[in-house]
């Protein structure tokens, strides 16, 4: 072990150099000398050394100026400093800076040879520590990797199982996103003998415009696939773009494979730390092996599953299942006295995007809308297909507010979708939601869906489409309703196109000019009517002005109030006290539209109601009042993610 040991001993005086030489000659070290500082450092920048032994008295750069710098620069290096004085203060120092040992000249030869052992014998605890913590990393990591492949393999449910394989395997390689494309059941090799491979699933940071939804291997790109080993996506990678003939490993990708043929092929995309490595190949490799077995029993179990209960083309159930499952609820509503909801779902105009867009991307749209459902339904909520353009969603024990909720989270997801939103940029795509919640909106099935096709219908209709106020944040939409001043003076058939189409023939929706006593009776009906059942929940929104130490109208209704909550959002009142009453919530905000507005939102079980005022020069409030649900619905989702409130219905 010695001859590998390199030694540099620095002193300004050449006996001592000599003589430590000498007494390290006998034990073979590999030692070379430096008269200084400087020729130290230089030594050091040029050769590698494992021991620096240097005296502590030295012109120009002393024994501690020289360890600062070689402990910042070559940090694996033990220092020895020797010294003419036994001074303790000199010693603490050295030690703090790192120094093995401090000895005091003359140095002994028996001391200076055991310092050199004790020293050696240390380096060789910790080389045996590390390589102890390497091997239980290893062994940790190898145990990680086993229980992802034991997840992968327990996952039966076909559909689920690529999210599971791409969620394992992306994470297991530290990567920001992946595709997984599969070989169909029954596919075979075409007369050329390529072989298809369709888009599955993709996560993470994923471009789905940037790749092809079907993979055509054929020739060398199959054959590098039946290989089995994993590869970089460099020359020959089947896909096109970026990837083809890149020299940079960003990607990886994965074959599986079941008897020699292809099932799927991963990609794995932008490591977060460096590009993929051999190591990397050689996870995805077992997580491959492992994968390619789940994705063989997720087929098999998939085709006996597809048989009773599920939809050939989504994981949605059949209609045949969801309308026995929701006679089974019905029942046990009724005699539980529960509350369920029903959600239809409508693809609109679904035979004009078929002749608009091919006919595989219109079939992957049912699928996706399906996805989305799927990823926001709770374990207990059934999910049922009954056509490429409708689906139904029927929600245990929920109410008309956690059925809005699950509304707006479907469409949240749907707005999410990169399909959804390449197909509405170029069409009129709009996926629309009704709903009905039992017993309130009726008492069997039939009468549950003929309330949400009506409630689809109107929503068609209704303003929330007319003005496009998906399109709009809150306070755009606000103004989009009130429209300006000249307007509300002027009449009705000079007033702009928006104005117009916000008005209703049927009184749903109106403008109109009201006097602050006016605002404040109307604030205090209209709440009281949301709360004319004690039991019932509501939740309503008063914004605007100033949040002072008076009641506001809407406080006034609370009386017998046992589930509604409120919301006062308004300009902070130095003068004001805090509110005491349990339901209602002050909000102070910093913002000068709260001065100029009046706005009341109300969201009761069986009630809707939007006033939304702004005041002119002589105090009046130019208004734009509605109880169209869905447009309520909305300005509250705007209310609520403008201010970051929390997200509720």
């Not at 229980?147 to 393999?153: G, T």
């Not at 940037?210 to 590869?231: M, W, Y």
Request: aromatic share 8%.
């Amino acid at each position: 072990m010695s001859n590998d040991v390199r030694i540099l001993l620095v002193d300004d005086e050449e006996f001592y150099l000599q003589l430590y030489t000498d007494v390290l000659a006998g034990r073979r070290y590999q030692v070379r000398t430096a008269r200084s500082g400087a020729a130290a450092l230089a030594l050091l920048k040029a050769e590698r050394f494992d021991i620096l032994v240097t005296d502590l008295l030295m012109r120009e750069m002393d024994g501690l100026q020289l360890t600062e710098q070689v402990r910042a620069a070559f940090p694996w290096m033990d220092v020895i400093v020797v010294t003419q004085r036994d001074d303790v203060r000199l010693a603490v120092k050295s030690m703090r800076m790192g120094v093995f040992e401090y000895l005091v000249k003359p140095v002994d030869r028996d001391e200076l040879l055991l310092t050199l052992d004790r020293l050696l014998e240390r380096r060789r605890l910790m080389d045996v520590q590390t390589k102890l913590l390497d091997e239980s990393m290893q062994y940790l990591q190898a145990q990680t990797i086993y229980r992802r492949c034991l997840d992968i393999l327990s996952t039966l449910d076909f559909e689920n199982l690529c999210e599971v394989i791409l969620r394992h395997v992306v994470q297991a390689l530290g990567a920001q996103g992946g595709l997984l494309w599969l070989a169909s059941p029954e596919a075979l090799p075409d007369a050329l003998g390529a072989e298809r491979l369709n888009l599955a699933g993709y996560r993470g940071l994923v471009g789905l415009h940037d790749f092809p939804a079907t993979l055509v291997l054929q020739g060398e790109s199959l054959q590098v696939v039946r290989a089995g080993e994993p590869f970089f996506a460099q020359a020959g990678c089947p896909l096109p773009g970026p990837w083809s003939g890149s020299t940079h490993a960003a990607g990886l990708l994965v074959p599986l494979l079941g008897d020699g043929h292809p099932l799927g092929l991963l990609l794995v995309l932008d490591k977060l730390r460096g590009d993929f490595a051999e190591r990397d190949q050689n996870i995805a490799k077992t997580m491959a092996q492992f994968s390619a077995i789940a994705l063989k029993n997720g087929r098999r179990f998939q085709s006996l599953e597809r048989l009773g209960l599920r939809d050939q083309g989504t994981t949605a159930y059949n209609l045949t299942y969801f309308v026995d499952y929701a006679g089974k609820e019905i029942y046990k509503a009724r005699r539980y006295n529960r509350a369920f909801s029903l959600v239809t779902v409508h693809i609109d105009r679904h035979e004009f995007l078929r002749e608009q867009v091919p006919a595989d991307v219109a079939s992957m749209l049912g699928r996706k809308v399906a996805e989305c459902l799927a990823r926001v339904v709770r374990d207990s909520d059934i999910l049922a297909r009954v056509s490429d353009a409708e689906y139904y969603v029927l929600l245990p024990e929920t109410d008309s507010f956690g059925v809005r909720m699950f509304v707006r989270r479907g469409q949240d997801a749907l707005a999410a979708e990169p399909l959804v939103r390449e197909l509405s940029a170029r069409l009129p795509l709009h996926v629309t939601m009704g709903v009905a919640t039992f017993p309130q909106e009726g008492k069997d099935f039939d009468e549950l869906l003929a309330t949400c096709r009506g409630s689809v219908e109107r929503i068609r209709q209704g303003l929330y489409r007319r003005l496009r106020l998906s399109e709009l944040d809150f306070w755009e939409a606000v103004e989009v309703l009130i429209g300006s001043e000249a307007e509300h003076l002027g009449p009705l058939q000079r007033a702009g196109e928006t104005f117009r189409l916000a008005e209703d023939s049927g009184g749903a929706s109106a403008h109109g000019q009201f006097t602050a006593p006016v605002v404040d009776a109307l604030e205090e009906q209209v709440a009281r009517q949301a709360l004319a059942v004690p039991d019932s929940r509501a939740l309503l929104y008063s914004v605007g002005g100033a949040l002072g130490a008076e009641t506001r109208p809407v406080e006034r209704a609370l009386a017998g109030a046992e589930r509604a909550r409120v919301f006062l959002v308004g300009l902070r009142d130095p003068a004001a006290g805090a509110g005491e009453h349990p339901l209602v919530t002050r909000v102070h905000l910093d913002d000068e539209r709260l001065a100029s507005h009046r706005l009341l939102l109300v969201l009761g079980e069986r009630f809707s109601y939007a006033c939304l005022g702004r005041h002119g020069q002589d105090g009046r409030l130019f208004a734009f009042h509605t109880c169209e649900a869905s447009v309520v619905e909305s300005l509250i989702a705007r209310l609520q993610d403008h201010y970051n409130f929390q997200r509720q219905f």
